[in-house]
């Protein structure tokens, strides 16, 4: 096969050196009778993402090329270390681009064989789904606490309230047609905001007026 080769040693890590993981990774290849097209070799943290990591990000502009059939690292933390979701992701983006992966040191985490490569990101996709919910269950319980907390101590809980004026800036400039991205420019705020006033301007008015209607006679 055509293996492309991740290492990765994070800036954290004193006198770490991506060598060490190399030497090791190349004798692989060579043992196997594979040849190695490319390696890729990140000095930064785990936790960031494509934007951050260089060679990462090239890493799959490469494979969507399909310059390489497979993606070997030491470890999957020397691959990613984002959290289960992510991970997944990453890992099936390769997949859709029809490259397969290898960890040097978790050989159940391979999928050299294409009729594991399904069973195994099937397997790790729902583990994420349950890691997601937990984290979502967290963050519910944590913000129904700190509701609590709120309202006994008179503080407001959540984001805060937009600017009257602000308000009738963005609904002004709303009614003239404007995308939720032109007025946030105009204004020097984020189109999310601007987007979320509108959703929730609309769904006001929806309420109102099915409170105004008539009953049905």
Known sequence: MRI???????????????????????????????????????????????????????????????????????????????????????????????????SYTEPHLATDNELLRDILLAVMSSLAKVESKKIGDRTRAGMARAREKGTESGKPIGRPMLDPTKQRKITKLLSKGLSAYAVAKKLGISAHTVARYRKARAKASREASMTTAPAPL
């Open 4 to 102: 492309a080769i991740y290492a990765r040693v994070s800036t954290n890590d004193k006198g770490q050196d991506p060598e060490n993981q190399l030497r090791e990774l190349r004798a692989w290849c060579n043992n196997a009778g594979h040849i190695v097209t490319h390696e890729y070799i990140d000095q930064e943290s785990g936790r960031n993402g494509t934007k951050d990591r260089k060679q990462f990000a090239a890493l799959f502009e490469d494979a969507h090329k399909r310059k390489f059939d497979c993606v070997l690292f030491w470890a999957l933390d020397r691959f990613t270390r984002e959290g289960l979701t992510p991970t997944v992701m990453y890992l099936q983006r390769l997949a859709e681009c029809g490259v397969s992966f290898h």
